[in-house]
């Protein structure tokens, strides 16, 4: 990131704490709330405004860029128009509960003006099981499909406190550690600062708020067009690897991919609809085993981290397609554990996470609370 955008830092810190404060009772007044119901993890009505307190500066900054004619703005406009209409689209949605064609109507066409506009698709699978160079039609309709399942696959994920916006900061941190590059270091950096603050607000028993879909379908929007750069043989970003870089995408996003699909096979197994709503998501099933929000989000996404240290240290020495199934040996074995082990599990984990981050909720609740 440029060192002339560091004085933005302190600003955008200052706007979004400032936001996420005074959206709590805008929302309330004007309907952007969470109501609970019987698939719901949480009691009380809870704000949904912490997307759009992450996304308001975030989009202001960008547009103030494109005046002072930043470069990595101004060359990226697919992803900033396509970024600002899936937002708007989660904050119509957070409001008025909008259908589900209609969403899926307007992500496909969001996405497929990313993907045409920009040229960022997938257009070679690497040799992943034989497999090189596809044409330009079906990369862009894969590329097209895979946008769309990733904003879904991350608001699927929103279920419990701090999870989608956890998941996300690690794999924006991923994926911005292999391309480099002003853009996605900007990404990083200044929606990492936000979630970091949301995840404050989120976890607080007082001033608590949730992303709403403004902000999960804004999160899975950013992931989905920093999969398809990183993807795209055009962009050079896949030369240095010793993993399949298709394999890498999959690993990076791996939570959000793996728990939607293991839901809709396991939905059209016993005859449902794949988009049925039901508490079957891995989140879901640790809360049901006696997990609190802060111990299933903790627990996930210290599992996530565990299997990117696997791959980041035998990808270079192993076969890919060997590595794919030594990472489904491992998801299935986190999956046994937690079905029959649960209690010794959740005991462990509960008397870790509590003295590693006790101090920090701590100072938080403080602030919040004045």
């Known amino acids: 990131m440029s060192s002339a955008l560091y004085p933005l830092v302190p600003p955008f810190v200052a706007v979004v704490l400032l936001l996420a404060r005074l959206l709590i009772d805008y929302g309330y007044r004007f309907g952007l709330v969470d109501q609970p119901n019987e698939r719901s993890s949480h009691s009380a009505i809870v704000p949904r405004v912490g997307g759009i307190s992450i996304f308001i500066p975030y989009l202001l900054m960008g547009l103030g860029l494109?005046?002072?004619?930043?470069?990595?703005?101004?060359?990226?406009?697919?992803?900033?128009?396509?970024?600002?209409c899936i937002v708007l689209l989660g904050t119509l949605d957070d409001r008025l509960d909008l259908s589900s064609k209609l969403k899926f109507l307007v992500q496909f066409g969001v996405a497929t003006y990313y993907v045409i506009s920009s040229g960022n698709y997938v257009d070679d699978?690497?040799?992943?099981f034989g497999v090189g160079a596809i044409p330009s039609w079906l990369g862009i309709s894969l590329s097209v499909i895979t946008v769309v399942y990733l904003i879904n696959a991350v608001n699927l994920i929103d279920g419990v406190d701090g999870l989608a916006a956890g998941t996300s900061l690690l794999s924006m941190y991923l994926f911005s550690t292999l391309m480099g590059g002003a853009e996605h270091l900007f990404t990083f950096a200044f929606i990492g600062i936000g979630l970091i603050i949301f995840m404050g607000f989120n976890f607080s028993g007082k001033k608590k708020i949730f992303l709403g879909d403004a902000g999960s379908l804004g999160l899975g929007f950013i992931l989905a067009t920093m999969v398809m750069e990183f993807l795209n043989s055009g962009n050079g970003h896949a030369t240095?690897?010793?993993?399949?870089?298709?394999?890498?995408?999959i690993l990076v996003l791996g939570y959000p991919i793996a728990d939607t699909l293991r839901v809709f096979i396991i939905r059209l197994s016993i005859g449902l609809s794949p988009f049925n709503a039901d508490r079957r998501h891995m989140h879901h099933v640790l809360l049901d085993k006696g997990f609190s929000h802060f111990g299933t989000s903790t627990f996930i996404m210290t599992c996530?981290?565990?299997?990117?240290?696997?791959?980041?240290?035998?990808?270079?020495?192993?076969?890919?397609?060997l590595m794919i199934f030594i990472n489904l040996g491992?998801?299935?074995?986190?999956?046994?554990?937690?079905?029959?082990?649960?209690?010794?599990?959740?005991?462990?984990?509960?008397?870790?996470?509590?003295?590693?981050?006790?101090?920090?909720?701590?100072l938080w609740n403080k602030y919040v609370s004045n």
């Open 66 to 84: 494109v005046i002072a004619r930043f470069e990595f703005v101004q060359t990226n406009a697919p992803y900033w128009v396509g970024l600002f």
């Open 125 to 128: 699978l690497y040799g992943l």
């Open 240 to 249: 240095t690897l010793n993993l399949n870089p298709v394999v890498v995408g």
């Open 304 to 321: 996530v981290g565990l299997i990117v240290l696997l791959n980041k240290t035998f990808a270079p020495i192993l076969d890919s397609h």
């Open 330 to 362: 491992v998801i299935l074995l986190i999956h046994l554990f937690v079905r029959h082990r649960s209690t010794q599990l959740r005991i462990f984990w509960r008397s870790f996470s509590r003295g590693l981050f006790n101090p920090v909720k701590s």
